[in-house]
Structures are given as C-alpha cells and as structure tokens.
C-alpha cells in the first residue's frame, strides 16, 4: 500500500479517509453477520465497499457525479415505496436497504466535510441496524472495532478540519506553529468529549436501564426454527433437528438430589395420532403469577411422591419456538418470562415468541418406588381418556404389544415389557426408513431401525392398544457440561422424544424405549477454546442481553460485599503492616545501645538512599546518553536520538548564559546566539539537526556530537 506522505496535510487527510472507510465498513460486517440481511444485499454492498477499498490500494478510481447521485437517489425513492409494501414487507428491512443504499452513493461522491458527516450518521446507523437484529456475543466484538476505527475517524477529521481553517485563512507555513495550540486545545476537547460520552452512554444504557425484553425491536429478531415443538409434529422432524450442532439453550444446575436421574427438558407433549402426525388439542390454562413473574404450576400427583428437589436456570436462545422447556415435574418458574400457559398434556407454552428466555424453575424429579406402581390400578380418570384414543391401525402392533406383554399382570411391568423389547430388538438410525402410509407398522414389521420418534410413537401406540394411557413426548436429553461456565450446553442433536404412561395416584411416568445409543446425550470433548467461547457468549446473554432488575440489583450487591470485604482487608492488612514496623522500630531502638556497628550501617544505609534518590534524575540522564551514543555507534540510531543530542545542545549554551524560549524555533534560537567562537558551530548544528530530525537524516547524529564537542570546548576567535 502506498501512503502519501508528501506533507502532514497529506498524511491526515489519507489516515482520515482510511478510518472513515474502516468505520462504515465494520458497521456493515456488523449487520451481515447477523444473517437476517438478504444475499443480494450483502453482495452487491461487500463488492461496493471492496471496490472502494482498492482505492487505497491505489487500483481503482470510482468516482460518482453529483447529477448521477441525485438521479439515482430520486428513483430508489420509488423503489422504497415498493420495497416496503411487496418485496421487504416490512419497515426495518427496507429502511435498511435504504441505509445501504445511501451508505453506497456517498462513499463513491463525498467530497465536501458534510459529506463525511453523513457517512458517519450512516455508520452509526448501521451499527444500530445490526444491534436491532441479533444479541449474539459476536456483536460486542464488533462494537469495539467499530467504537476503535470511530474514535480514529473523528479524532482526524478534527485534525483535517483544522488544516482546512488553516488552509482557508491563508496561513504559511512558517505561521502554522502559532496556531498549534488552539489546534491542540481542539483536539484534546474532542478526544475527552468523545471518551467521556462513550462512557457516560455505555454506563447509563447498562447500569441504568435494565432490559425489560431482549430489546424494543425484539419480536424482529428471529432465531432458529424448531418446528418439533408445535402443536402438530410429523415423524422426522425430531431427526432433522437432530442432525444439528447448534446450542439451543444452557441449563445450571443449582440445586439437586443426591441420586440425580437422567435428566430430559421437556418441551410438548402429544395426545392423537393419525398415522403420520401428532398432534395435541389447544386447550390452555392460564398460570396465575405472583408478582408478575413467578408462577406455579398444578400438580395431580400422589401427594406421598417421593420429593426430589431439583432447582435449575435455563438460558434459550433465540428461536422461533413457544415451549417452555422444563425438567418432568415442574412446580415453580421464575424469571424474565410473558404470560405462560399450560395445555391438556401438562406442558407449559407461551402464546408467542420471545428473544433472550431466562427462567429459574423447580422441579420434583422423585419417581415412586417400582413395588410401589407395580400396585396401581387401572381405574384412569376421564381427563385421561384422550391418551387412550388410537387412529386406523394395523393389527399386527396389537398382536405385538399382546405377545410382549403375554403373563404379565400390571400395567407397569406391561409398560416395562414394551420398553425392553424396543430398546433391545430393534437399531438406532438417524435416516427415515420407514415409509408408506403406516410409517410406524413399517418400522415394526420391516425396517427394524429408526430414531427416538419411531421408538416413543411404537410405545405408545402398543400401549393404548392394550389399554394404557401413554403419550410421546419431545424435548431434549441433558446435553454437555461446559466446565468453564458449570453450565449444560444443550444442542439441537440432544433433541429427544421419549413416552409418559400413566397410572392413577402416581402421575405421569417416564420411560425411554429407545436404544441407548439415541437415548443418552452426545459427548462431543468439548475443547478448551470452545469451552470458553460458549463461556463468554453465556455471558454475553446473561449479564448484557437479559440484564434486568434482577441482574442489576444482584450486580449492585456483589459490588457492595465487594467494597465491604475490600475495606476489612485493607484496615486488616494496613494493621499488619503497622505492627510489623512498630517491631522493628523497637527492635532497632533496643538493638542500638548493645551493638556498636548498627548505628554507623543505619546512618550509611540512610544517607546511601538518599544520594541515589538525590542524584537519580542525573544518573538516568547519563544512562540514557551512554544508550544513545551505543545506538549512534552501531548505526540504529532513530529521531530519539536526534531529540537527545539536541536536549545537550541546549543545556550546553544554558551554562553560558544563552537560553531557548519555548517559542523559538531552532533557527532563531540559533539566529539569536552572537559570540563569533560559538556561533557558527550552533548555526551548523542547526542545520544538522533539522536535516536529522525532520529530513530523516539520522545519519548525521555522528556529526552532531562531533559539534557538540567542539561546542563544549570553543576555541577563541583569532583577530
């Protein structure tokens, strides 16, 4: 790359032009690395900023005229029109075309500083577009070469603008030294205008206004889609979802029982089934809340259910999804959550999507001893007749269910018989063998292999065909443990459907008919570095994204204990300290008298100290000379240098009497100096000196010590 540098003016316009273009385009990276911005418009913007950047390399000159701009400006406004009712459908995507729109026209017209100004509003725009659509970690990151490259860009073009005031009042450059200090005055304003804003801003929108939601503009934010956990659920679509590696949500664990079981979050449950699809009926209860957000959730259990206290955090992230993902046996959830409902299957759903879920729930995961079910009767309710319904079925999954369960007495163990013989006669396969209008009949009878849906849904309809209720159930398996944030991270290959069967008294119990090479969650070895990025991105969503009051009055507290504990182990140390110097003062003082040689070493160890404290300055001084002359000697002098030997210069005619004001320049200074033995030498070095530090000459530096030699030393004028 090639920077012109032919004078300062040039230099800061190049550095100026360079930051803008940096700072406009990392808002654009910002934006696209969302993934909401359609392909068209990321490529047609990244070729036009590319282009823009060969300019600095020197291979391109695009340049647009100003009749182009403005009619190529007028006929996008009738686009937007367009864009807005038909092809965007909405506000916050077309204005965003026009955003980059206009982000293209001036970048290749800007010529006059208010052109620049509106680059900068746009920059600024886009980065406001991309916080709009995501909450990824990846945003912060962004932010900060963003927030670098702006501080850069506005810094020079105060500086830019100062050399055009200059450049506009005629100013030679012999009188640009007299305006260097309001020039300066200027800088250092903006510099601590802008760093006292960022600040004043940052803490305020952080600190001061906790995120109610995940941001006004929210509901725009769409995540991934997770259609296995609607109303209606095909066979396969859990399988798809498993073919996934993306984190779903993360699960802390803050409290649970000695023997914990394999946990599941569940997601929805299912009631009919007509061949290929489930399907549950929307018949919502409302939770009543306490507070605003903390609901409890009914339970129809045994009320001598063994309780199994488990108490979790769950943190989702963005997806288009109305579940509510909970461990079996919910009972209580709290946190940043709309309105919840519970449907006919007890699962627990919201009305409608919601970007950056956190919620803390309890749940009993206790499950009642075997010889205690073994003993339930099988006088069902009618609110569980529905889970007995079957659909048009091939009589042979009855036959099945019959011979498997032959001899058998209770329900239980019936429900216990299904699941082995799945689980240990039939494979585990993510591909979708199964075919035909009775998928599930086909995966008994011919296939033999499947995924988890093809087990849960072949359970339950053997179930229901010996007449025990029984429903699938989807959500996902434990996930992996992150040992940096002590957190499950749960993706979408832990996606799992398992069945609940019940049995009066006791509730809904678990059972898991899938092979345990589907059943049990995957271990990938996390590694270090992922680890940590899943840390941070955590904590991204956590402490920035769901800040509410919750978060700030908890950061609030930790900051209080924090100073606390801080000023008792200062009080503490600073005791310590004390006491440690009262004994050894006192030692000292009761050592004195006894020992002869201590008072002489305390005296020469004191006025030791202070000579080197007094002549210190001088020392470093000399040191710094003696680094100088080894540089110059070895020929990697630099301007360092050069600024040293002319610091001497100036001490040396100092001791004669001959004193440089601040605001002489080196040529009056040397102008000034009359005595006929010293003056020509100064006039040389001066000359020297310039050559050296503005010149780049460094290679001077040995002629001028060579003067300064002889400036120490003048030889008198001969007459």
């Known amino acids: 790359m090639t920077v012109p540098t032919t004078n300062g003016r040039q230099a800061i316009e190049y550095f100026f032009n360079l930051s803008l273009f940096l700072?406009?385009?990392?808002?654009?990276v910002a934006a696209a690395s969302t993934g909401k911005l359609d392909a068209p418009t990321v490529v047609l913007v990244a070729a036009a900023i590319g282009v823009r950047g060969l300019d600095f390399l020197g291979l391109t000159r695009v340049r647009l005229q100003a009749s182009t701009v403005h009619g190529f400006t007028i006929a996008y406004f009738v686009f937007y029109i367009a864009d807005f009712l038909f092809i965007s459908g909405g506000f916050v995507f077309a204005t965003g075309h026009l955003l980059f729109f206009l982000l293209v026209m001036k970048m290749f017209s800007a010529e006059t500083n208010r052109d620049y100004v509106y680059l900068g509003v746009i920059g600024f725009m886009e980065m406001l577009l991309a916080a709009i659509l995501t909450i990824s970690a990846m945003f912060f990151a962004m932010f900060a070469l963003f927030l670098l490259f702006g501080i850069a860009a506005f810094s020079s073009?105060?500086?830019?603008?100062?050399?055009?005031?200059?450049?506009?009042?005629?100013?030679?450059?012999?009188?640009?030294?007299?305006?260097?200090?309001?020039?300066?005055?200027?800088?250092?304003?903006?510099?601590?205008?802008?760093?006292?804003?960022?600040?004043?801003?940052?803490?305020?929108?952080?600190?001061?206004?906790?995120?109610?939601?995940?941001?006004?503009?929210?509901?725009?934010?769409?995540?991934?889609?997770?259609?296995?956990?609607?109303?209606?659920?095909?066979?396969?679509?859990?399988?798809?979802?498993?073919?996934?590696?993306?984190v779903v949500m993360h699960v802390k664990i803050n409290e649970a029982p000695k023997n914990v079981p394999l946990l599941r979050w569940r997601g929805r449950g299912m009631t009919r089934f007509d061949g290929k699809v489930w399907s549950t009926t929307q018949e919502l209860v409302m939770l009543e809340s306490n507070g605003g957000s903390a609901y409890a959730i009914p339970s129809t259990d045994d009320p001598d259910r063994p309780r199994e206290r488990l108490a979790y955090t769950v943190t989702?992230?963005?997806?288009?999804?109305?579940?509510?993902?909970?461990?079996?046996?919910?009972?209580?959830?709290?946190?940043?959550?709309?309105?919840?409902?519970?449907?006919?299957?007890?699962?627990?759903?919201?009305?409608?999507?919601?970007?950056?879920?956190?919620?803390?729930?309890?749940?009993?995961?206790?499950?009642?001893?075997?010889?205690?079910?073994?003993?339930?009767?099988?006088?069902?309710?009618?609110?569980?007749?529905?889970?007995?319904?079957?659909?048009?079925?091939?009589p042979r999954i009855r036959e099945l269910a019959l011979e498997v369960t032959k001899n058998i007495a209770t329900p239980y163990a019936k429900?216990?018989?299904?699941?082995?013989?799945?689980?240990?006669?039939?494979?585990?396969?993510?591909?979708?063998?199964?075919?035909?209008d009775d998928p599930v009949a086909d995966f008994l009878f011919r296939v033999r292999q499947g995924h988890c849906e093809y087990f849960a849904s072949a359970m339950t309809l053997m179930l229901r065909s010996i007449g025990i209720p029984a429903r699938p159930v989807n959500g996902f398996l434990t996930g992996e443990y992150n040992d940096v944030s002590?957190?499950?991270?749960?993706?979408?290959?832990?996606?799992?459907?398992?069945?609940?069967?019940y049995f009066p008294g006791h509730g809904w119990i678990t059972f898991d008919p899938t092979p345990s090479a589907g059943s049990e969650p995957a271990r990938r070895g996390l590694g270090t570095m992922a680890m940590w990025l899943d840390a941070m991105h955590l904590f991204w969503t956590d402490w920035i994204v769901s800040f509410d009051f919750g978060k700030q009055f908890q950061l609030f507290r930790?900051?209080?204990?924090?100073?606390?504990q801080l000023t008792t182990d200062w009080r503490s140390y600073t005791r310590t300290r004390y006491e440690s110097l009262r004994t050894r003062i006192k030692w000292l003082h009761d050592g004195l008298p006894e020992d002869s040689a201590l008072l002489p070493l305390g005296v020469m160890l004191i006025t030791s100290g202070a000579l080197l404290i007094l002549f210190l300055p001088r020392i470093t001084y000399?040191?710094?000379?003696?680094?100088?002359?080894?540089?110059?000697?070895?020929?990697?002098?630099?301007?360092?240098?050069?600024?040293?030997?002319?610091?001497?210069?100036?001490?040396?005619?100092?001791?004669?009497?001959i004193a440089r004001s601040p605001a002489m320049t080196p040529g009056e200074f040397a102008a000034r100096i009359d005595d006929p033995a010293m003056a020509p030498i100064a006039r040389e070095f001066t000359v020297a000196f310039e050559e050296a530090r503005y010149g780049g000459a460094t290679g001077r530096l040995p002629e001028l010590y060579r003067l300064l030699a002889k400036l120490e030393h003048p030889q008198p004028v001969v007459k």
């Open 23 to 28: 700072f406009i385009a990392t808002g654009f």
């Open 157 to 246: 073009f105060e500086i830019k603008r100062g050399f055009d005031i200059m450049s506009s009042t005629g100013a030679r450059a012999a009188e640009i030294s007299s305006d260097t200090r309001a020039f300066q005055r200027g800088l250092g304003l903006m510099a601590l205008i802008v760093t006292f804003g960022v600040l004043v801003a940052g803490l305020g929108l952080f600190f001061v206004m906790p995120r109610y939601t995940a941001g006004y503009f929210s509901n725009m934010a769409q995540g991934q889609t997770l259609s296995g956990f609607s109303n209606n659920v095909s066979l396969g679509e859990i399988g798809t979802i498993k073919q996934s590696t993306q």
């Open 316 to 394: 989702v992230e963005p997806m288009n999804n109305t579940a509510v993902f909970v461990a079996p046996g919910v009972r209580t959830i709290v946190g940043r959550v709309p309105r919840l409902w519970v449907d006919s299957t007890d699962s627990i759903v919201m009305l409608d999507n919601f970007v950056g879920l956190r919620y803390d729930a309890v749940s009993n995961v206790g499950i009642p001893p075997a010889q205690v079910l073994e003993t339930a009767s099988t006088d069902y309710p009618p609110n569980v007749q529905p889970f007995l319904k079957l659909p048009k079925l091939d």
């Open 415 to 436: 429900a216990n018989a299904i699941e082995l013989h799945l689980r240990t006669k039939y494979g585990y396969s993510l591909e979708m063998r199964a075919t035909g």
């Open 486 to 501: 002590q957190q499950f991270v749960v993706r979408g290959s832990d996606a799992h459907t398992w069945v609940e069967v």
């Open 558 to 564: 930790q900051i209080d204990r924090g100073s606390r």
């Open 622 to 657: 000399l040191l710094r000379q003696w680094r100088s002359k080894a540089r110059v000697r070895s020929g990697r002098a630099d301007t360092r240098d050069v600024t040293m030997a002319y610091g001497r210069f100036q001490a040396v005619l100092a001791r004669r009497g």
